[in-house]
């Protein structure tokens, strides 16, 4: 089992900045793929971005792109997910994710393990 925790969220106002961290516990932090995902109220919950076990590529909704990095630190067990120039539209609670593959969590289907989530405000 893996022990996903998230932290960092809150309210901020458009255009301003958070980071997300994600800390893992259980089996081989290193050994897992790590993604974030979204869900806004009255959606459904959408991919946001991933990274391998390596750190060696990232990947982005075309969404957040250019403003959204995410980042891994396999020494501490932690995925990180630094926002930027922040929309309203990026209001949701945020989950972190972890797969043994980064194709899964790409795709959103058939993921292994969740956090429990953290609410993002952005307000206008």
């Known amino acids: 089992q893996v022990r996903l925790v998230e932290s960092g969220g809150g309210l901020v106002q458009a255009g301003g900045s958070l980071r997300l961290s994600c800390a893992a516990s259980?089996?081989?932090?290193?050994?897992?793929?790590m993604g974030w995902f979204r869900q806004a109220p009255g959606k459904e919950r959408e991919f946001v971005s991933a990274?391998?076990?390596?750190?060696?590529?990232?990947y982005y909704a075309d969404s957040v792109k250019g403003r959204f990095t995410i980042s891994r630190d396999n020494s501490k067990n932690t995925v990180y997910l630094q926002m930027n120039s922040l929309k309203p539209e990026d209001t949701a609670v945020y989950y972190c994710?972890?797969?043994?593959?980064?194709?899964?969590?790409?795709?959103?289907?058939?993921?292994?393990?969740w956090g429990q989530g953290t609410q993002v405000t952005v307000s206008s």
């Open positions: 259980g089996r081989t932090f290193s050994n897992y793929a």
């Open positions: 994710a972890g797969d043994l593959t980064v194709w899964k969590l790409k795709s959103g289907t058939g993921v292994d393990y």
């Open positions: 990274i391998p076990w390596s750190g060696s590529s990232t």
